[in-house]
């Protein structure tokens, strides 16, 4: 939530180009879990989309350990981030991890979040920072 109030309230003051995001087990929604009942928030975020970059990548990634929550945060309330970004941001990916390790707290350490951060943004830092080699 914070880089999206970051993104959508300060970024244009940067010169910097943001091409990935990746969230985990965000409560776009706070502990809603009827997308019908939008958080002030939400509603401010998804008012403010226009400030997200076009080129921007974004991932959000949730937890469920009972099918519809991380035992914190509603698979829902993870899921309404795709009214802020999606059709706005150059695309918008939901990723869905389940298992014991998929509570909450234990989301930046599950084995497989930590894959989809190498997968998507480590990879694209190390080709940035490797030149490029012409032969």
């Known amino acids: 939530m914070i880089y999206t109030a970051f993104i959508e309230n300060y970024l244009g003051n940067y010169d910097v180009d943001l091409k990935t995001l990746m969230t985990i087990g965000t409560p776009y929604n706070f502990t809603?879990?009827?997308?019908?009942?939008?958080?002030?928030?939400?509603?401010?975020?998804?008012?403010?989309?226009?400030?997200?970059?076009?080129?921007?990548?974004?991932?959000?990634?949730?937890?469920?350990?009972?099918?519809d929550s991380d035992e914190l945060v509603p698979d829902a309330s993870v899921s309404a981030g795709k009214y802020i970004y999606q059709n706005q941001a150059a695309s918008y990916t939901e990723i869905t991890v389940t298992g014991e390790d998929a509570q909450h707290s234990d989301l930046p350490t599950n084995d497989e979040v930590v894959a989809l951060v190498k997968e998507h943004i480590e990879s694209q830092t190390d080709s940035r920072a490797k030149p490029n080699k012409i032969n």
Request: no cysteine; proline share 3%.
């Open 32 to 67: 809603e879990t009827n997308i019908k009942n939008k958080s002030e928030m939400l509603a401010d975020f998804i008012k403010g989309k226009e400030a997200i970059p076009t080129t921007l990548h974004m991932y959000s990634v949730a937890g469920t350990i009972t099918y």
